[in-house]
């Protein structure tokens, strides 16, 4: 489903260079094919905004070659933002009312960085939780991320998210646990996802709150589930939006820390995802690292183009294919204006007909 540069947002050229199909709005305009509305609530850091843009958009934007796709950004004015920040969501993203006005087809939500110990704690939580609301009445289907996972299982079921007791990061092997749900059809049954968190929704308060789990992995937990109507929300824990480099940027900004002395430890590696050889030469970094610090001298750059070069990306192809069905669900479920979530004939309380069956 091409992508439509129906606005100035710099993604768009980005993801053209990368060799993305990207349709000019005159083009777009000139054919025949019921276009798809879809709204992104972007809570990340003024410094991941556009690369959180660029990731949900390549990840929607790839998924299918058929249909077109308008991308309608948004955030919320609770978040704080510095200059640049606001700079970009002025010129670039809408206004939620506009977009409400219009009307949406399929909504996602991505994560943010949290400040307090409860999530109804922190600012954006009122607004955001009126965007559910808003959501789950007027939008076919909602995508939440991570944090906006979190957020919606306490929000809506009033299931809260437990501390790990350290950072689950890595890349770590899933398996399908329900093979007849629609988002899942023609997926591998066993596939990777990223997962980046300091805290978790277990299983059994997704069945508590009687949620359907469908992808699970034995060490990271739940990564994929739906709502009780199996479609209406759909929720991530992992990151299968991340780039082949994310985690190796997380990893980076960590060993910054630890170099200007914001965290006592040095970070360890991330699961699953660095080779033996990068491993060899990030150990050797750190010593060079340990050694600078010592002496009060200039610490080394961070190797990263030698670790660019040995990563792999074990999970982006069934990340397309589960938001190709996604897409392909909302497409045939949606109602041809986009102010009404579901066909006439649909039932919003099961509009897959499995609930019922």
């Not at 990731?55 to 004015?77: K, M, W």
Request: proline share 7%.
């Amino acid at each position: 489903m091409p992508l439509v540069a129906h606005s100035e947002l710099p993604t768009f050229s980005r993801l053209k260079q990368e060799g993305q199909t990207v349709l000019p709005s005159d083009y777009a305009l000139k054919q025949d094919i019921r276009a798809m509305h879809i709204g992104l609530l972007n809570m990340m850091p003024d410094a991941a905004l556009a690369a959180t843009e660029r990731q949900f958009c390549r990840l929607v934007g790839e998924s299918n070659q058929i249909a077109q796709f308008y991308i309608h950004p948004f955030t919320l004015d609770a978040l704080e933002r510095g200059p640049q920040g606001r700079a970009h969501v002025a010129r670039y993203y809408e206004p939620l009312e506009k977009i409400q006005e219009q009307g949406l087809d399929a909504l996602i939500i991505t994560g943010a960085n949290v400040t307090q110990p409860d999530l109804s704690l922190e600012p954006f939580w009122e607004p955001l939780a009126q965007v559910i609301d808003w959501a789950y009445a007027n939008v076919t289907s909602t995508l939440c991320s991570c944090l906006a996972t979190h957020a919606v299982m306490q929000f809506r079921y009033g299931q809260t998210r437990s501390p790990l007791g350290f950072k689950r990061w890595g890349v770590y092997p899933h398996r399908v646990v329900d093979r007849t749900h629609p988002l899942v059809a023609g997926v591998n049954t066993r596939f990777d996802v990223p997962h980046s968190r300091f805290n978790h929704i277990s299983r059994k308060q997704f069945e508590a709150a009687g949620l359907k789990v469908l992808v699970e992995s034995e060490e990271a937990g739940v990564h994929l589930a739906v709502s009780e109507d199996e479609f209406r929300i759909v929720f991530f824990q992992g990151h299968p939006e991340y780039d082949i480099i994310s985690l190796l940027k997380e990893y980076k900004r960590e060993v910054a820390r630890y170099a200007r002395g914001e965290r006592k430890d040095y970070p360890p590696f991330v699961d699953n995802y660095f080779c033996p050889r990068s491993q060899a030469i990030l150990e050797e970094y750190r010593d060079r690292l340990d050694l600078a610090l010592k002496r009060g001298t200039t610490p080394p750059d961070f190797p990263e183009q030698l670790i660019c070069e040995h990563l792999d990306n074990t999970w982006h192809d069934t990340a397309e294919a589960v938001i190709n069905n996604w897409m392909g669900n909302v497409y045939q479920y949606t109602h041809i204006d986009r102010k009404k979530p579901f066909r006439d004939e649909v039932d919003p309380d099961d509009p897959l007909g499995r609930v019922k069956a």
